[in-house]
Nanobody, 123 residues
């Protein structure tokens, strides 16, 4: 069992940067690939980025490639999402997730979800 808790969301202006954190409980954190997703109002949940259990492999959706960076610290049981050059269309609730592989993340085939952290980007 893995419990996930996101933090770091809030209100920012367009062009700003923001870093989200996701703290995981349980000693099996390092067994899972981790990912970030978002869901805007009236929209489906969207895959953003994923990282392998070791941190050696990452994958990004085209919509955030070059602006967002995923990383993890297995010693701290934490995964991060660094977001730069934020745009109003990035406004959404951001979720972290744990799954078996990066490929499963891309299919939104997830074992555990966090509760979500809202991010609002004003123009």
């Amino acid at each position: 069992q893995v419990q996930l808790a996101e933090s770091g969301g809030g209100l920012v202006q367009a062009g700003d940067s923001l870093t989200l954190s996701c703290a995981a409980s349980g000693r099996t954190f390092r067994n899972y690939a981790m990912g970030w997703f978002r869901q805007g109002t009236g929209k489906e949940r969207e895959f953003l980025a994923a990282i392998s259990w070791s941190g050696g492999d990452t994958y990004y959706a085209d919509s955030v490639k070059g602006r967002f960076t995923i990383s993890r610290d297995n010693a701290k049981n934490t995964v991060y999402l660094q977001m730069n050059s934020l745009k109003p269309e990035d406004t959404a609730v951001y979720y972290c997730a744990a799954g078996s592989t990066i490929a499963s993340m891309m299919r939104v085939d997830v074992n555990y979800w966090g509760q979500g952290s809202p991010v609002t980007v004003s123009s």
